[in-house]
């Protein structure tokens, strides 16, 4: 794997774009200005990588469009040695902008081969996280309860069993709605039993699948 001045320099302008385009957290930027995202394509597709697209990965899913991937992680407030949880690790690439702002990262994804891709390249670049493979929708209690949750694919419904796994005074951001186009929503967890929750913006996810989700 090698970085190039020319990859460094594309990785400068796409953080220019998300800029441009309203991202402001200049932790967000940094990781992505830091994070080599061609090292999560395949090399014949290498100049799609710092395309602000999303882009096939296999097995159905993608690679987040990097704006989505700003916008989620802006929203979601990171702080050094936060414990977040992501649902739906993909290619690993979002787990890698948390990671490089200083979180600890718990990943789960369902699909086998994806998750040890994944694993394998995020081990490979260094990165402290601990990813398991299985049902996203159910969280990951064993290591609840978490400061931050993303949810990476669009879910019919907000998620419950995430909410539980939640802190008090947590957040959570998940694209909610049809398997066609969701609402982005950043819920707040303000006691055991009751939360807020703020419609954002459009987006269009692959579908979050498992029992508390869409159904294969």
């Not at 690679?63 to 936060?82: F, G, M, W």
């Not at 949810?151 to 939640?166: M, N, R, S």
Request: include cysteine; hydrophobic fraction near 40%; aromatic fraction near 8%.
């Amino acid at each position: 794997m090698t970085d190039t001045y020319k990859d460094k320099g594309a990785r400068k302008r796409l953080v220019e774009e998300l800029a441009q385009k309203g991202i402001t957290d200049k932790m967000v930027l940094n990781a992505i200005g830091k994070v080599p995202r061609h090292y999560f394509f395949s090399n014949t597709f290498h100049a799609h990588a710092y395309l602000d697209k999303a882009f096939p990965i296999g097995e159905g899913q993608t690679i987040s469009q990097p704006y989505t991937v700003a916008y989620q992680t802006q929203l979601l407030q990171v702080e050094k040695n936060d414990r977040v949880l992501e649902i739906g690790t993909g290619s690993g690439y979002q787990a890698a902008i948390l990671c490089e702002m200083g979180a600890s990262v718990y990943t789960i994804e369902r699909i086998e081969s994806l998750h040890k891709k994944a694993k394998a390249l995020l081990m490979k670049l260094g990165y402290q996280f601990a990813a398991v493979c299985g049902d996203g929708t159910k969280g990951m209690t064993s290591h609840a309860p978490f400061d931050k949750i993303i949810v990476t694919a669009g879910a019919p419904v907000v998620p419950e069993e995430l909410i539980k796994q939640l802190k008090i005074g947590g957040i959570m951001i998940v694209p909610v709605g049809d398997d066609k186009t969701q609402k982005m929503f950043t819920i707040i967890k303000t006691s055991a039993n009751t939360f807020e929750k703020v419609e954002l913006d459009s987006f269009s996810f692959v579908p979050l699948v498992g029992q508390n989700g869409w159904k294969e």
